[in-house]
Every structure is written in C-alpha cells, then in structure tokens.
C-alpha cells in the first residue's frame, strides 16, 4: 500500500489480496460487493483466491480506485488495517449460538445498509457532476446552425471535430437530464441538425456507411419531435448518400417521399433538385426536365438569398443542381443549359464575402463546367474551367471532387481518345486523382 492522501489509504497497485481487504472493509459478501462494482461474482472470487498473485486489469485497478476514494472514513480506516494487520491472521472460531446469529444478521443488515448507503452516494455525486454546469441550449443550437451555413468554407476534417463536439454536449444534456423539459422538442431537432453536419462530412471524407449511421439519428430526432422539416431535411440527405453509392432508385424514391414533408421553398428546392439529379443518372429525360422546372420556380420563392449552407437552399444552389443534371443528358441543348446554369451558379457566389461562398459547391460547378465543355467539343473552355480546382491543396479534395474528376478525365477520353491537344489535361487529371 502506499501513502494516503486527506486520510484515503492510496494503493499502488492493486492485487486479490488489496480487493479483498477492501471488500471486508465495506463488509460485503462477494456477491454484494460484485453488484456494488458492476462486475461478475466470479471475478471477485477469482482476485481473491489468487490474493497477491492476481494481476487486476488497467479498466479494474480504476474501478477500485473510485470505489476506494468514495469510501467512508470508517471503510478505509478498516481497509488500512486489513492491510496494516497479518497476511494470514486466522478466523477465529464463534461458537453458533442463538445471540451470534442474531448478532451477525443484524451486522448483515447494517452491512447492507452502510453499502446502499455509500452506492446512492456515489449516485448523487455523479448526478452533481453531470448537471454542474448546464449547456447553454441557445449558445449550443446557434453554433450547430452557424456551422451547417457555413459548411463548405472550411475543410470536412475540422468542421467534423466540431460537430462532433457540439452533438456530445447536447447528447450529455439529454442523458443527464439536464434539458429543460420545454426544450426537449428542441434539443432533439438540434441533435438531429448536428447529425446532419456529421453526416455531410463523413460523406465528403468517403465514408459513405458512417453518413448513413448519421442520418439514420436525423430520421429518429424528426420522428420523435414530430417535426417535418428535418423529415424533409433527413429524405434529402440520405438521397445525396445513395447518389453517393450510385444508387439512383433509391436516391429518387427519398427525394419523391421528402416532398410530403417539405413546408418550406428551399426544402421543397432540395428535394426537387435531388429528384432530378437521380433522374438524369437514370436516363429519364423527361422528368429531368419535369423537376428542373419544378425546382426554378420553387427557388423564386426562397427569401435567404445566400443561405447555402447545408441546411439552406439558395437560387444559386438551384442552378448548380440543374447543370449537375443537364451534364449527364446527350443532347445539344441539355449541355449548353448545364453550361449557363454552372456558369450562374459560380457567376451568383463569386459576388458574396469569401466567408459566405460554399467552397465546395463552387468546385464541383467548376467540374461540371468543364465535363460540359468537353462534350460539346471545347477543350480550351474545359481546360479553363477545371484549372482552379487541380490547384487545390490536399485537404481541400473531397471524395465528391475525385469521383467527378473521374466522370471527367472519362469524358474526355471518350471525346479525344487520341488527340495529343487533350494529353495535358488528361495528366493533370490523372495527377490529381493519385494525388
């Protein structure tokens, strides 16, 4: 054993034989105190019967250490003289007598109640600790929004530490109990927009089975709030996954079922944007152009001009979306409306403050540009369009980025198969890909 601090005896490391003595300290069988610790009987038993000899393990030595130093002061004083006294001090023998018996079960008893008493201690202290310092909800819910619309201007790897910060404390709030009953409604919309900002940037990492996990907890938060805008907000981004998977079925189908939620323009603009992205993959023309349409004139509607964050949906995020349609579509002028909406798009968030531009939305319309030009034949337009984007650093490239520089680099080999004009690009591309 080693020194004590304020009177706690302090162990240095515990073996059988220190468990033991504090087991006999607190006076418990070793099915009472299994249960008082949390673990099984037979492990108890087993540190015991190998005393000195038993090795505890890391997660166990812990364990003892906070039961030792919630004890009350009569426990260690017991526990210091157990360890104090002789190694093998034997048992003494008690005649059974009718007063022993009682004696030892009114000892049990008082033995009970001296280990419920010091459980439910233990008990308060942690309810304490947890609700020290209750979150401020309206701080917590204004920076989950902040960083949803500002989501883009900053690498994914960052903004997801901060997510996942910001969710923990609001999950803490929840377990603990913490949140204001009034709240509750809100916190769990909260909790469902956090998971939001976890999901796109799992996705953007290519973590496409984590973004699900993530959006599996937005759909659980809208159903248990009852509240239909993240319902909406939920549909829209696990059909942004299975794009993500190429799964377009699917993708149109949570686009489709979204719209019964959608209460508001830019969350009726998403959904409809979704729809026809998912369409053109599919090759169905028809209701490309039907939810182009449909999505422009919802996004006539739409007041936040500049909200383009992930939980936003500006005109100028309609017009990305429909060039990331069109461009997948054969015919002539498909490909040149894909070319004057990318172009709106960049044109519409080159005019806001650098700290309001969607940095990675603004790239991918760069890609879509040029995939456009190529088709209709333009190399030097393509070859201008794609090359601040091959600029980029490491950290700024995203999986949506490398997979439509892939969709890239195929068109262009499909247009200029063995033109030496297009080997430049095609080695830019191929080097940004390896990169």
Same mark, same amino acid.
């Given at each position: 054993?080693?020194?004590?601090?304020?009177?706690?005896?302090?162990?240095?490391?515990?073996?059988?034989?220190?468990?033991?003595?504090?087991?006999?300290?607190?006076?418990?069988?070793?099915?009472?105190?299994?249960?008082?610790?949390?673990?099984?009987?037979?492990?108890?038993?087993?540190?015991?019967? @190998?005393?000195?000899?038993?090795?505890?393990?890391?997660?166990?030595?812990?364990?003892?250490?906070?039961?030792?130093?919630?004890?009350?002061?009569?426990?260690?004083?017991?526990?210091?003289?157990?360890?104090?006294?002789?190694?093998?001090?034997?048992? !003494?023998?008690?005649?059974?007598?009718?007063? *022993?018996?009682?004696?030892?079960?009114? %000892?049990?008893?008082? &033995?009970?109640?001296?280990?419920?008493?010091?459980?439910?201690?233990?008990?308060?202290?942690?309810?304490?600790?947890?609700?020290?310092? !209750?979150?401020?909800?309206?701080?917590?819910?204004?920076?989950?929004? =902040?960083?949803?619309?500002?989501?883009?201007?900053?690498?994914?790897?960052?903004?997801?530490?901060?997510?996942?910060?910001?969710?923990?404390?609001? +999950?803490?709030?929840?377990?603990?109990?913490?949140?204001?009953?009034?709240?509750?409604?809100?916190?769990?919309?909260?909790?469902?927009?956090?998971?939001?900002?976890?999901?796109?940037?799992?996705? *953007?990492?290519?973590?496409?089975?984590?973004?699900? &996990?993530?959006?599996?907890?937005?759909?659980?938060?809208?159903?248990?709030?009852?509240?239909? *805008?993240?319902?909406?907000?939920?549909?829209?981004?696990? %059909?942004?996954?299975?794009?993500?998977?190429?799964?377009?079925?699917?993708?149109?189908?949570?686009?489709? *079922?979204?719209?019964?939620?959608?209460?508001?323009?830019?969350?009726?603009?998403?959904?409809?944007?979704?729809?026809?992205?998912?369409?053109?993959?599919?090759?169905?023309?028809?209701?490309?152009?039907?939810?182009?349409?449909?999505? @422009?004139? %919802?996004? =006539?509607?739409?007041?936040?001009?500049?909200?383009?964050?992930?939980?936003?949906?500006?005109?100028?995020?309609?017009?990305? +979306?429909?060039?990331?349609?069109?461009?997948?579509?054969?015919?002539?002028?498909?490909?040149?409306?894909?070319?004057?909406?990318?172009?709106?798009?960049?044109?519409?968030?080159?005019?806001?403050?650098?700290?309001?531009?969607?940095?990675?939305?603004? &790239?991918?319309?760069?890609?879509?540009?040029?995939?456009?030009?190529?088709?209709?034949?333009?190399?030097?337009?393509?070859?201008?369009?794609?090359?601040?984007?091959?600029?980029?650093?490491?950290?700024?490239?995203?999986?949506?980025?490398?997979?439509?520089?892939?969709?890239?680099?195929?068109?262009?080999?499909?247009?200029?198969?063995?033109? !030496?004009?297009?080997?430049?690009?095609?080695?830019?591309?191929?080097?940004?890909?390896?990169?």
């Amino acid at each position: 054993m080693g020194a004590s601090v304020m009177g706690t005896p302090m162990v240095s490391r515990w073996t059988g034989r220190e468990a033991a003595a504090l087991r006999q300290a607190r006076r418990m069988s070793i099915r009472a105190y299994a249960d008082h610790l949390g673990v099984a009987v037979a492990s108890v038993s087993n540190w015991e019967k @190998r005393g000195p000899a038993a090795c505890l393990r890391t997660e166990t030595q812990q364990l003892l250490d906070v039961d030792l130093a919630h004890a009350p002061a009569e426990v260690s004083q017991r526990f210091a003289a157990l360890l104090d006294g002789p190694r093998c001090a034997p048992s !003494p023998v008690v005649e059974d007598t009718d007063a *022993d018996t009682r004696a030892a079960a009114s %000892s049990a008893r008082d &033995t009970d109640n001296e280990a419920l008493v010091g459980r439910s201690d233990s008990q308060s202290r942690d309810i304490l600790a947890a609700c020290s310092e !209750p979150p401020d909800f309206a701080v917590l819910r204004n920076a989950v929004t =902040e960083l949803g619309v500002s989501y883009g201007a900053s690498a994914p790897g960052p903004v997801l530490a901060e997510a996942f910060a910001l969710r923990s404390r609001l +999950y803490r709030a929840l377990g603990a109990g913490t949140a204001a009953p009034q709240r509750l409604s809100q916190y769990c919309v909260t909790v469902g927009y956090a998971s939001g900002v976890l999901s796109y940037a799992a996705l *953007d990492l290519g973590h496409p089975r984590s973004a699900e &996990t993530h959006c599996a907890v937005i759909w659980r938060m809208a159903q248990l709030c009852d509240n239909d *805008d993240l319902r909406a907000w939920a549909r829209g981004t696990q %059909s942004l996954i299975a794009r993500f998977r190429q799964q377009f079925v699917s993708a149109q189908m949570y686009a489709e *079922d979204g719209l019964r939620y959608a209460r508001t323009a830019a969350g009726r603009t998403r959904l409809l944007c979704a729809a026809a992205q998912s369409a053109a993959h599919r090759g169905d023309i028809v209701r490309v152009r039907t939810f182009i349409s449909q999505a @422009r004139r %919802s996004s =006539e509607s739409i007041t936040d001009n500049d909200n383009d964050g992930i939980f936003g949906f500006s005109p100028a995020k309609q017009r990305y +979306y429909a060039a990331s349609s069109l461009m997948w579509l054969s015919d002539k002028k498909a490909l040149n409306s894909a070319a004057v909406n990318a172009n709106d798009a960049i044109c519409l968030w080159r005019q806001r403050p650098a700290a309001r531009r969607p940095f990675d939305d603004e &790239t991918l319309a760069h890609i879509y540009l040029a995939t456009t030009m190529i088709k209709l034949g333009d190399l030097d337009a393509a070859n201008h369009a794609v090359t601040p984007v091959l600029n980029l650093t490491g950290e700024r490239r995203t999986s949506w980025m490398r997979r439509r520089i892939t969709n890239l680099e195929a068109a262009l080999n499909d247009r200029y198969p063995r033109d !030496p004009a297009a080997s430049p690009l095609k080695h830019r591309l191929r080097k940004f890909r390896a990169a």
